[in-house]
């Protein structure tokens, strides 16, 4: 009934960039907090970055300065800006989202299938 559906993973240089997106279909009465969490192997999946409807941001210490997470409202996507990537960020990201599906139900937690970012040093 909800759907969320990532794009824009790949193997990249140390140093370079990509940008993730996902996008959010379905039963959907608003899109609440989107944001990006992500699993090393071995590792607890952890928050990238999150975004709040009033835009308001949050991020890992360890993304600071280096990831933009913005969101379209129009179109229920939410999109995290990697930049000067490092070997570290090697991680299956997943994305995040709280759906409201009516007026008149309770949010939900909704994730996406993940996407594999490999960074080469």
């Known amino acids: 009934q909800v759907r969320l559906v990532e794009s824009g993973g790949g193997l990249v240089q140390s140093g370079g960039s990509l940008r993730l997106s996902c996008g959010v279909s379905?039963?959907?009465?608003?899109?609440?907090?989107m944001g990006w969490y992500r699993q090393a192997p071995g590792q607890q999946r952890e928050l990238v970055a999150n975004?709040?409807?009033?835009?308001?941001?949050n991020y890992a210490d360890s993304v600071k300065g280096r990831f933009t997470i913005s969101r379209d409202n129009a179109k229920n996507t939410v999109y995290l800006q990697m930049h000067a990537l490092k070997s570290e960020d090697t991680a299956v990201y997943y994305c995040?989202?709280?759906?409201?599906?009516?007026?008149?139900?309770?949010?939900?937690?909704?994730w996406g299938q993940g996407t594999q970012v490999t960074v080469s040093s």
């Open positions: 379905g039963s959907i009465f608003s899109v609440n907090t």
């Open positions: 975004i709040a409807l009033g835009d308001t941001k």
């Open positions: 995040n989202s709280v759906v409201q599906m009516y007026s008149w139900s309770m949010t939900r937690e909704y």
